[in-house]
Nanobody, 114 residues
């Protein structure tokens, strides 16, 4: 079993940046693929980015070139660096892993507005 605590969300102007963190309650060394999802009001949850233990990354088309996912296994933490933020990036962002079951964080709100 694993629990996540996300942080780093907030209110930012269009074009701004935020860095989200997802701290795990146990070592993530054995967790191959870790993900960030997001869910905007009235919309389905969608995959934003994934990272493997080997550092391979994949991004949804709508964030390519703007977001960067990374992980620090020594700190049991996954990050999402978000730049050039747009109002349509407004959502609750969730950390996720499938590790003998689905595990989700509680989410952190990101609001992009002037």
């Amino acid at each position: 079993q694993v629990q996540f605590v996300e942080s780093g969300g907030g209110l930012v102007q269009p074009g701004g940046s935020l860095r989200l963190s997802c701290a795990a309650s146990r070592t993530i060394d054995s967790m191959n693929t870790m993900d960030w999802y997001r869910q905007a009001p009235g919309k389905q949850r969608e995959l934003v980015a994934t990272i493997t233990n080997g550092g391979n990354t994949n991004y949804a088309d709508f964030v390519k070139g703007r977001f960067t996912i990374s992980r620090d296994n020594a700190k049991n933490t996954v990050f999402l660096q978000m730049s050039s933020l747009k109002p349509e990036d407004t959502a609750v962002y969730y950390c996720h892993v499938y590790y003998y079951g689905d595990y989700w964080g509680q989410g952190t709100q990101v609001t992009v507005s002037s």
